[in-house]
């Protein structure tokens, strides 16, 4: 099983009124919580409880989307895809086989130096450093997942100001989307 769950966290009225330059000059990034499931293995953080005045949204979403874009145009070339999860140390290798992706989860220093990418390689760790090793995904219910839920956050976007779609960081997740 593959779930995407996010959730803007932004001052809303200013995203409701700001033109694309401003956007892009003060934001430029969505920021929300985040997360993406691998059958019982959260990876990111999302809630949907009221947010609490001290409360703030610590994943860039736009990103997510497209590293997980990468990711997925990168497994249609390669067995093993590499994704560094956003903002920390850890990353997600896919090893694909067929139609069926093995999923591991693991903690490098070296992730931290390749910064937010997708490699098509295999990143060796000691094996405390593996978080879980044998979860297996459909590869078209990975895409299927991705495609749907990006597409869902532009419509968001889009419903909560028209103009901001035409925002370099949400042209970038549509053309993306398109090419996939």
């Given at each position: 099983m ?5 959730r803007?966290f ?8 700001a033109t694309t330059?401003e ?17 019982d ?10 947010i ?10 736009n990103?997510?989307f ?10 249609r070339?390669?067995?093993v895809?590499?994704m ?10 896919f090893r694909?086989?067929?139609e ?7 903690v ?5 130096k390749?910064?937010p990418?997708?490699k098509?390689?295999e990143?060796?760790?000691?094996a ?6 044998n ?24 419903s909560?100001?028209?103009?901001l779609?035409?925002a ?13």
């Amino acid at each position: 099983m593959v779930k995407i769950r996010y959730r803007l966290f932004e001052d809303m009225d200013l995203l409701k009124t700001a033109t694309t330059e401003e956007f892009e000059r003060e934001l430029d990034s969505f920021w929300g919580f985040f997360e993406l499931r691998i059958n019982d293995e959260p990876i990111g953080f999302y809630h949907s409880n009221e947010i609490e005045e001290w409360e703030t949204g610590g994943e860039i979403i736009n990103l997510w989307f497209r590293i997980l874009m990468d990711t997925i145009k990168a497994l249609r070339c390669s067995e093993v895809v590499t994704m560094h999860i956003v903002g920390g140390i850890s990353f997600l290798e896919f090893r694909r086989t067929g139609e069926t992706l093995k999923v591991k989860r693991g903690v490098s220093e070296k992730v931290l130096k390749t910064g937010p990418e997708v490699k098509q390689k295999e990143i060796k760790v000691k094996a405390e450093n593996i978080l879980f090793d044998n979860e297996y995904i459909g590869l078209a219910e990975f895409e299927e997942e991705v495609r749907k839920k990006c597409g869902m956050f532009i419509e968001e976007v889009r419903s909560l100001n028209e103009e901001l779609v035409y925002a370099r960081s949400i042209q970038r997740l549509i053309d993306e989307l398109e090419s996939l």
